[in-house]
């Protein structure tokens, strides 16, 4: 579904992405973990076609973001860990909004779903100051999830978000995922991200450094235990504490080429 | 683009709305009553001056003298105008707009000219206010003179500079995407610059400062020939009857569409420019003038593509988006 090639994304004095090769497959989650300056960011901003890579391509459903921006980015919804709400609009009225510019036909009673479903019926007329930071939240997962889009990309999605708002917010990104839509959820909330993902990559200084389930991930740093949990793995990876052991074939996860 | 236009004037009806309803709701309390007396009495003055100037016997050669003044100096600021507009915005890429707005458009599924149309939309409710409460002022000032032609010209004319800066601005983008100094866009104000020194050598004025020499300056050649086509457009502005100005309309029209399918000709690579307007003025308005300045300064994330060993060279030299 998503498919990314020697992903490279450069700024006046850093390398934000180092040709970097992605790929997940429909249906699959994955954990998207690094570092601050990591490059999670850039990476889904350049999957989403927010910010053009310096070099390297990116096809959605077999649609090049190059070639034919406008269909590709019809697939994917980017969910940010700022909600960016119009100051003057009420919350329904963004939802009108996204249906204009997807040309969406009887959305109206999918957005008042999407409102009972994150709880903003009682908002749906109010204007973003009139707005908690979580319901800012969840107004901007109701526009990304509005469109039905085929890819979802998660910047930090619970942020902000209370613990009923957070554990809601997760069993809604799964159910898109079991009804077949494709995410990568990037975090530093390591039990989240684990409990979501059937895959993880970790990232540094742009390149990825591990990728795999995460027992997959565990058998390369063999100075952990089986039961090491995603924050240690993370911690033992990034701090180049002791060695990571050469990908094997089985490790290969199921996007990759 | 019909879609990106109804786009723009929806977003812009509901905002105006919200606004309104906003308002009403705090319309009541004794901070809006105060500031409302004081914009109101102060509007209310303007209004009936305006009004009561109209109304003035002011002489049948008032309109001709107001004219000529107009004839003389508007051309030259509107000269000045273009010419800081290139400059002044040529040096901010991208497009200046709020960070959500930004967000949603580069986050939708709308090619690189849609955006640009869409941006172009979303300026024309306030290029007709500010033309018509100009129009209104100088409607009362001169008697005799055309408020529907002169509103219609000033209207071609902002809108005019509007397209002039925003191709500035697309080329900016254009340079920084491929990594070139942008400092030749300062060339045009530098060129103006020297014509003005070249005219006051010219003219060698014995009073360089007073009014009188600069009127000279501006009657004598080169910056008299310089003049000349905004002249004729001011003339046509001004003149008293629609059928007089009707040549300078169509010009400026003609003019304004040249400049937007500049603007919209090929999509430039305008996401990295315009997020960080975005993200600047996001930072003005929520941490004030200090803190954008200093944002300002900052190193700017940009791509340093043919500075740098770009792994897949020929890709890079491909536009992103907006094809379509």
């Given amino acids: 579904m998503i498919h990314a090639t020697a992903l490279t994304r450069d700024y006046e004095t850093l390398r934000a992405l180092d040709r970097l090769d992605l790929s997940v497959a429909q249906g699959e989650v994955l954990g998207l973990v690094g570092a601050n300056g990591a490059g999670k960011t850039t990476c889904l901003q350049c999957l989403a076609g927010i910010m053009p890579p310096t070099s390297g391509s990116v096809h959605i459903d077999g649609i090049s973001m190059l070639d034919d921006p406008r269909a590709a980015k019809r697939r994917v919804a980017f969910i940010p860990d700022t909600p960016h709400l119009f100051e003057y609009l009420t919350v329904r009225e963004h939802l009108l909004l996204i249906a204009r510019v997807y040309g969406l036909e009887g959305w109206e009673s999918r957005a008042d779903a999407l409102l009972e479903e994150f709880e903003l019926t009682a908002k749906k007329d109010a204007l973003p100051g009139e707005l908690s930071r979580g319901m800012k939240q969840k107004a901007a ?82 100075q952990l235990d089986g039961a090491a949990s995603l924050e240690d793995v993370f911690l033992a990876a990034v701090s180049g504490v002791g060695q990571i052991e050469p990908e094997s074939d089985e490790d290969v996860g199921p996007g990759q080429p | 683009m019909r879609d990106v236009c109804s786009l723009a004037w929806l977003v812009t009806r509901l905002s105006w709305g919200n606004r309104l309803r906003r308002f009403r709701r705090v319309l009541f309390l004794p901070r809006t009553l105060i500031s409302l007396v004081i914009v109101g009495g102060y509007a209310g003055m303007l209004l009936l001056s305006v009004v009561a100037a109209r109304f003035k016997d002011a002489g049948p050669g008032h309109h001709d003298a107001a004219s000529s003044e107009e004839l003389i100096y508007v051309p030259l600021a509107l000269l000045v105008f273009l010419g800081f507009n290139l400059y002044g915005f040529g040096r901010q890429a991208g497009l200046a707009m709020a960070h959500a707005e930004a967000r949603f458009l580069l ?53 005019g500079v509007l397209v002039w800066g925003v191709c500035g601005r697309l080329l900016r983008c254009s340079l920084d995407d491929r990594g070139r100094s942008p400092a030749w866009t300062r060339l045009p104000l530098a060129l103006a610059v020297a014509v003005v020194f070249v005219c006051a050598a010219l003219a060698r004025p014995p009073h360089a400062l007073s009014l009188a020499t600069l009127r000279r300056w501006l009657d004598t050649p080169p910056l008299a020939q310089l003049l000349e086509p905004l002249r004729f457009l001011v003339e046509g502005m001004v003149s008293p009857t629609l059928s007089g100005g009707l040549g300078a309309l169509a010009l400026l029209a003609v003019g304004d569409a040249l400049l937007v399918t500049v603007a919209l000709a090929r999509p430039t690579p305008l996401e990295e420019g315009t997020l960080r307007q975005a993200e600047l003025f996001q930072v003005f308005r929520t941490q004030g003038l200090r803190a954008w300045r200093a944002a300002r300064r900052a190193p700017r994330a940009r791509p340093a593509a043919s500075r740098s060993r770009s792994p897949a060279p020929a890709a890079r030299s491909r536009p992103w988006c907006g094809r379509t």
């Fill in chain 2, 107 to 159: 986050e939708a599924p709308l090619s690189r000219r849609q955006i640009v149309g869409y941006y172009l939309a979303r300026q024309q409710p306030g290029l007709a206010i500010s033309a018509a409460f100009l129009s209104f002022l100088r409607w009362g000032m001169v008697p005799g003179s055309n408020l529907t032609l002169f509103f219609l010209g000033l209207f071609l004319v902002l809108e």
């Fill in chain 1, 141 to 222: 997962i109701c526009q990304a999830f509005l469109p039905d889009p085929a890819v979802i990309l998660c910047d930090e999605p619970l942020s902000g978000l209370d613990p009923l708002g957070r554990r809601n917010m997760r069993e809604a990104l799964l159910a898109r995922a079991r009804a077949g839509a494709t995410l990568i959820v990037s975090s530093h909330q390591l039990d989240l991200v684990a409990a979501m993902s059937s895959r993880i990559l970790i990232l540094d200084k742009g390149k990825r450094l591990l990728e795999g389930t995460l027992p997959e991930i565990q058998r390369r740093l063999p």
